[in-house]
């Protein structure tokens, strides 16, 4: 068997550093273009519906969920860590079924995607950051099919907690989840901030 070799910085680090920038770049793109759009067309900003802060709520609470799920990986606890896992995985699905109810509110408003390019913006944007939660739903579940499936006895257990690849993974979803929750609550107050202005 081939040695492991050693990494000042793992390379799946680096992956995700390069991920999240490219994330950033791509809603800074978006926040200009959004500002430039209003600027030159004069178009009025369109008011978030409730839903939105609803769910600024959602994702600061997966975020909470996911910090106590680390700890309770460290502290080698079996069923916190499973449970944290599960709620963090509904209150993502929760996200994502009031984000499709944002929208609705949007519509019931006579506010479609071609009601105005202020509208346009505000469908794709938080379309684009769905689709960024969508992507880490895959390894949300393929962490808790794993801890259901190979946490049954003391020996599996105390393999699976001493696993720095399951830890390091486990990091690096984290890392990720809190990035999407900095990034709704950067996106909400964005389009407040453009509201009121």
């Known amino acids: 068997m081939a ?7 793992h390379p799946q ?6 991920v999240l920038a490219g ?15 209003r600027v030159q067309t ?16 959602i994702l600061i609470a997966s975020s909470v969920t996911l910090i106590l ?13 499973k449970l944290y896992l599960f709620i963090t995985l509904l209150l993502t699905l929760a996200f994502l079924i009031c984000q499709i109810v944002a929208w609705q509110q949007l519509q019931n408003s006579d506010i479609f995607i071609n009601y105005s390019n202020m509208a346009s913006y505000i ?3 938080s379309a684009v950051h769905f689709l960024h939660v969508v992507a880490g739903i895959p390894f949300l579940i393929l962490f808790l099919y ?11 257990v105390l393999v699976y907690f001493s696993d720095p690849d399951k830890k390091r993974g486990l990091t690096l979803l984290t890392w990720y989840w809190h990035f999407l929750d900095g990034l709704w609550i950067y996106l909400v107050i964005f389009f407040l901030i453009n509201y009121f202005i």
């Not at 994330?23 to 759009?37: K, P, R, V």
């Not at 978030?48 to 802060?53: D, E, G, K, T, V």
């Not at 794993?146 to 020996?155: I, L, R």
């Open 146 to 156: 794993k801890a259901v499936k190979n946490m049954k006895s003391p020996v599996s």
């Open 3 to 9: 040695d492991r070799r050693k990494y000042i910085l």
């Open 13 to 18: 680090y680096i992956v995700l550093t390069l």
């Open 123 to 125: 469908y794709l944007i």
């Open 69 to 81: 799920c680390m700890r309770k990986y460290e502290e080698d606890h079996t069923e916190g860590y």
């Open 23 to 37: 994330i950033t770049s791509l809603f800074l793109g978006l926040s200009g273009s959004y500002i430039y759009n």
């Open 42 to 57: 004069g178009a009025p900003p369109i008011e978030l519906p409730s839903m939105f802060f609803y769910n600024t709520l």
